[in-house]
């Protein structure tokens, strides 16, 4: 007995050096990529800029500012609803198209399932670009209702407003919807829609009491999904938003690279991400209320 388990131990502890071989890259390129630069931002936020990139000296005056300035609130705000609303059309658009998938799709599922998956083919700048082009004032919206009489000149009503950013980033962020709440859907299992058939609810019924709640978990998951990166976008709301649909991420943007000041572009950045950590927080504690195990 004593020589077999002195037999398993070498293997034991390659088994340990070949598992800890495998994690050290993605732990080292976690490090330097993100918790690296996490604490850089960090840094720099509580830095005075002297004209500099790293700034001179320590203090809470970029907080100060963002606390005081109503034109940050303003800009927050007007972040946090236009990610709301583009989170809201995302996930009612989702949720027919990942129904049909996990129960109607049948042999089609694995083509649909690809078609989903095709705008990731091409470039996020190129989509933009596709909308911009879309929405313009001699674009192919305005020119079809134009040809169709609707109406009788061009308008600017479409292009550089917070409508068109909606829709552009709702177009974007769809198959990051799509995917997580069909798998939420296809792990419901048929026999409980089937019980409930059998026990004389209706269709909608069956799918109020039994689809809706279980498949839950993929919606919070999906609208966290498009939320959080939608709330810092800038380059949407740069394209085909207009002043009304400046956002805090175009800010941060511009304090990084016109104004060249980085410690407050650091402050606006950590201000976000508080701001999406108490949106995660409430989404995890929603998530655990309708009776997530993850």
Same mark, same amino acid.
């Given at each position: 007995?004593?020589?077999? &388990?002195?037999?398993?131990?070498?293997?034991?502890?390659?088994?340990?050096?070949?598992?800890?071989?495998?994690? #050290?890259?993605?732990?080292?390129?976690?490090?330097?990529?993100?918790?690296?630069?996490?604490?850089?931002?960090?840094?720099?936020?509580?830095?005075?800029?002297? %004209?500099?990139? !790293?700034?001179? %000296?320590?203090? !809470?005056?970029?907080?100060?500012?963002?606390?005081?300035?109503? =034109? +940050?609130?303003?800009?927050?705000?007007?972040?946090?609803?236009?990610?709301?609303?583009?989170?809201?059309?995302?996930? &009612?658009?989702?949720?027919? $198209?990942?129904?049909?998938?996990?129960?109607?799709?049948?042999?089609? @599922?694995?083509?649909? !399932?690809? #078609?989903?998956?095709?705008?990731?083919?091409?470039?996020?700048?190129?989509?933009?670009?596709?909308?911009?082009? $879309?929405?313009?004032?001699? %674009?192919?919206?305005?020119?079809? =209702?134009? *040809?169709?009489?609707?109406?009788?000149?061009?308008?600017?009503?479409?292009?550089?407003?917070?409508?068109?950013? $909606?829709?552009?980033?709702?177009?974007?962020?769809?198959?990051?919807?799509?995917?997580?709440?069909?798998?939420?859907?296809?792990?419901?299992?048929?026999?409980?829609? *089937?019980?409930?058939?059998? =026990? /004389?609810?209706?269709?909608?019924?069956?799918?109020?009491?039994?689809?809706?709640?279980?498949?839950?978990?993929?919606? =919070?998951?999906?609208?966290? &999904?498009?939320?959080?990166?939608?709330? %810092?976008? +800038?380059?949407?709301?740069?394209?085909?938003? /207009?002043?009304?649909?400046?956002?805090?991420?175009?800010?941060?943007?511009? *304090?990084?690279?016109?104004?060249?000041?980085?410690?407050?572009?650091?402050?606006?950045? &950590?201000?976000?991400?508080?701001?999406? !950590?108490?949106?995660?927080?409430?989404?995890?504690?929603?998530?655990? @209320?309708?009776?997530?195990?993850?």
């Amino acid at each position: 007995m004593s020589t077999l &388990v002195a037999n398993q131990m070498p293997k034991a502890r390659s088994s340990s050096g070949f598992s800890f071989a495998m994690l #050290l890259p993605g732990a080292a390129a976690t490090f330097l990529l993100i918790l690296f630069a996490l604490g850089l931002v960090l840094f720099l936020a509580f830095r005075n800029n002297d %004209g500099s990139l !790293l700034g001179a %000296g320590f203090s !809470l005056s970029n907080f100060a500012t963002l606390i005081s300035d109503p =034109l +940050y609130w303003t800009v927050t705000l007007r972040s946090l609803v236009i990610a709301a609303l583009v989170t809201l059309a995302t996930v &009612v658009t989702a949720y027919p $198209v990942a129904y049909y998938l996990a129960f109607h799709a049948g042999r089609r @599922r694995g083509l649909l !399932l690809f #078609l989903v998956t095709l705008p990731f083919w091409t470039s996020y700048l190129l989509r933009v670009f596709a909308w911009k082009i $879309v929405l313009a004032y001699n %674009g192919v919206l305005n020119s079809a =209702l134009i *040809e169709t009489g609707i109406w009788s000149e061009p308008t600017l009503a479409f292009l550089n407003t917070p409508a068109a950013v $909606v829709v552009t980033l709702a177009h974007a962020y769809a198959p990051f919807a799509i995917l997580p709440i069909y798998v939420a859907l296809d792990t419901i299992p048929k026999s409980l829609i *089937e019980a409930a058939s059998d =026990l /004389g609810a209706r269709p909608f019924t069956s799918f109020r009491r039994v689809v809706l709640p279980n498949s839950m978990p993929g919606v =919070l998951a999906a609208a966290l &999904v498009v939320f959080v990166p939608t709330v %810092g976008d +800038y380059v949407t709301p740069a394209l085909v938003g /207009g002043p009304a649909s400046t956002m805090i991420g175009t800010l941060i943007q511009a *304090e990084f690279g016109k104004a060249n000041d980085w410690p407050f572009g650091a402050a606006l950045s &950590v201000a976000v991400m508080l701001v999406i !950590l108490a949106v995660v927080l409430v989404a995890r504690f929603t998530d655990r @209320r309708f009776g997530s195990r993850t």
